[in-house]
């Protein structure tokens, strides 16, 4: 058998073998999106249900709002101001989660593996944005009750004391977890179960299955060499 004949049949096989791993890629990808389809499933109910509370939410605290504002005086401020700043706070929530909502359901699964990894990232790193500005309010929390009737005048040293450190103490709190929520801390498990409240789990989840392709796509390369 001549050189020529050899060459002839070595391209015909590599053709085939080409053509059977693309065929393999495109089964894997089929399998892979199916599975993140599953995994964002949970996603979607969750920023569906979370629209739902952010809506009652924010009607609960604006009715609270509109009934301060109707009635009034100095000994309103603490009240006002600590609940608008939890409003505030919360409308950003609220439009993060339509966002969301948005985003998944718009996932391209027909596009490149890359654009699909592209769009999952651009939802983790919203979901952590979100996560850090609902921080945010933490502090509110510990001074909407209080009143200019009552404090500080006509409490003790004790109690002036402990609200100062417990608003204190929900400041840095606020301020620690806001600088922390950032994708490089992915790598370790409380952040991630942080964010995972928000979604962030789901979107991991549906991107590991993403990096089986390209794992598979290096087993090629290897086994092609």
């Known amino acids: ?3 020529t004949e050899l060459i002839s049949i070595w391209k015909q096989q590599n053709a085939k073998i080409d053509k059977a791993l693309a065929i393999n890629e495109l089964l894997l990808k089929e399998v892979i999106n199916n599975k993140a389809k599953t995994s964002l499933k949970s996603l979607i ?3 569906t249900a979370g629209i739902i509370a952010f ?3 924010l ?3 604006s009715y609270a709002l509109v009934y301060a504002f109707s009635n009034y005086s100095s000994a309103w401020n603490y009240f006002i101001v600590s609940i608008s700043a939890i409003v505030l706070v919360n409308i950003k929530g609220f439009s993060d989660y339509v966002k969301h909502l948005i985003w998944t359901n718009n996932i391209n ?5 890359m654009e699909i990894q592209q769009q999952l ?3 983790q790193l919203s979901i952590i944005n979100h996560a850090k500005t609902m921080c945010l309010q933490f502090p509110f929390y510990t001074t909407f009750y209080l009143s200019n009737k009552w404090f ?3 409490v003790g040293f004790g109690y002036i004391i402990f609200q100062i450190f417990l608003t204190g103490s929900f400041i840095f709190l606020s301020y620690w977890l806001y600088k922390n929520h950032n994708p490089e801390n992915l790598s370790k498990k409380w952040f991630r179960n942080m964010i995972a409240g928000s979604g962030g789990k789901s979107v991991m989840k549906a991107m590991g299955f993403y990096k089986e392709i390209e794992e598979f796509k290096r087993d090629d390369k290897n086994t092609s060499t």
Do not use: T
């Open 1 to 3: 058998m001549e050189n």
């Open 45 to 47: 109910k969750l920023k």
């Open 55 to 57: 809506v009652l939410y």
């Open 59 to 61: 009607l609960l605290l």
């Open 109 to 113: 699964y027909n596009g490149s593996v």
């Open 121 to 123: 990232s651009r939802l």
């Open 152 to 154: 500080p005048q006509s």
